[in-house]
């Protein structure tokens, strides 16, 4: 069984940063798209970040393009999302996500089929 925990959220203000990890346990990120999302107070959960079985294959949501950094460890067992310039739109339960097969980073959540328990960023403005 794949166990998927978040670390990293907190309080921050606007223009601040945050750098959340996602730790697998059960087994490594080795050759699987893992991926970000987050959501946000009484809205649908979002696409955030993803990267594929290849690190060098990553894809972002517009909102947060050009403020938002994903990547993994050599060892494959942590995949972090860096966050810069943060906005108070950017509050929200940020989740890390899995698949358990293929190799594209899909922005799709219906794609992903391990979930962690989510961490809280909240934004201050």
């Known amino acids: 069984q794949v166990q998927l925990v978040e670390s990293g959220g907190g309080l921050v203000q606007a223009g601040g940063s945050l750098s959340l990890s996602c730790a697998a346990s059960?087994?490594?990120?080795?050759?699987?798209?893992t991926a970000w999302f987050r959501q946000p107070p009484g809205k649908e959960r979002e696409f955030v970040a993803a990267?594929?079985?290849?690190?060098?294959?990553?894809k972002l949501a517009d909102s947060v393009k050009g403020r938002f950094t994903i990547s993994r460890d050599n060892s494959q067992t942590t995949v972090f999302l860096q966050m810069n310039s943060l906005k108070p739109e950017d509050t929200a339960v940020y989740y890390c996500?899995?698949?358990?097969?293929?190799?594209?980073?899909?922005?799709?959540?219906?794609?992903?089929?391990?979930w962690g328990q989510g961490t809280q960023v909240t934004v201050s403005s």
């Open positions: 996500a899995a698949r358990s097969g293929g190799t594209y980073p899909s922005t799709s959540r219906y794609e992903y089929a391990y």
């Open positions: 059960g087994r490594t990120f080795s050759g699987y798209p």
């Open positions: 990267i594929g079985w290849m690190s060098s294959l990553t």
